[in-house]
């Protein structure tokens, strides 16, 4: 049962490039996250996606975008990254329905130069 | 203002003692609240999690809310060196699947 699985674990961008970071759950479940972690900020939400087919922006959502492929992938693109981006990104999903256990993904060490 | 809000610490307190950690929120509409641990390097994991007011109590952990003052609490009682960690709240609403996170509390228990 692999559960939450992000990919990558390590990127290294440029000022300037462009990635996705994918994710993918195997537990049904219907809602899913993508968060930031930064030193001294917590958790901040920067999309996630109630049920298939929906996408909605949370704290920080200026300079990414979110697709729902579909009820497993969840992925969120960065179309120019700036180090301001630098940070570490996890992903996360929720079966809901009264079930309030968030689990999470391994998390993707991010470095935008 | 962030909709959670936590003391990020650090806290550090010896093997035994019992530990408080408190949250603030402010959106009156949430209804579902959350305990995340997480180690170093690795993902939160949930610790409890309580529907409105009321407590929990799961072995050495209690967790409180108070919907009337917003105040979110977790004890852990007889706290272990295996318990140092990040503890974070969490919280959203009934209908809405928006989950807002404290900024984490930085918990070291020495033996």
């Known amino acids: 049962n692999a559960g939450v699985t992000q990919t990558p674990k390590f990127q290294v961008l440029k000022t300037g490039q462009s990635m996705t970071l994918q994710c993918a759950q195997d537990?049904?479940?219907?809602?899913m996250y993508w968060y930031r972690q930064d030193p001294g900020m917590g958790l901040r939400l920067i999309y996630y996606s109630a049920s298939e087919g929906t996408t909605d922006k949370g704290e920080v959502p200026n300079g990414y975008r979110a697709s729902r492929l579909n009820k497993r992938e969840f992925s969120l693109r960065l179309e120019s990254a700036a180090p301001s981006q630098t940070s570490v990104y996890f992903c996360?999903?929720?079966?809901?329905?009264?079930?309030?256990?968030?689990?999470f993904g391994s998390g993707t060490q991010l470095s935008v130069l | 203002q962030k909709e959670v809000e936590q003391d990020p610490g650090p806290l550090s307190v010896p093997e035994g003692a019992i530990v408080s950690l408190n949250c603030t929120y402010s959106n009156s509409a949430f209804q579902y609240f959350m305990w995340y641990r997480q180690y170093s390097r690795k993902g939160p994991e949930l610790l409890m999690y309580?529907?409105?007011?009321g407590n929990k109590e799961d072995g050495r952990f209690t967790a409180q809310v108070d919907k009337s003052s917003k105040y979110i609490s977790l004890f852990i009682r007889d706290s272990q060196p295996s318990d140092s960690a990040t503890y974070l709240c969490?919280?959203?609403?009934?209908?809405?699947?928006?989950?807002?996170f404290g900024k984490g509390t930085l918990l070291t228990v020495n033996p």
């Open positions: 537990m049904n479940h219907n809602s």
């Open positions: 309580t529907y409105s007011s």
């Open positions: 969490a919280a959203r609403g009934g209908s809405n699947y928006k989950l807002t």
């Open positions: 996360a999903s929720l079966l809901g329905a009264g079930i309030e256990k968030l689990f």
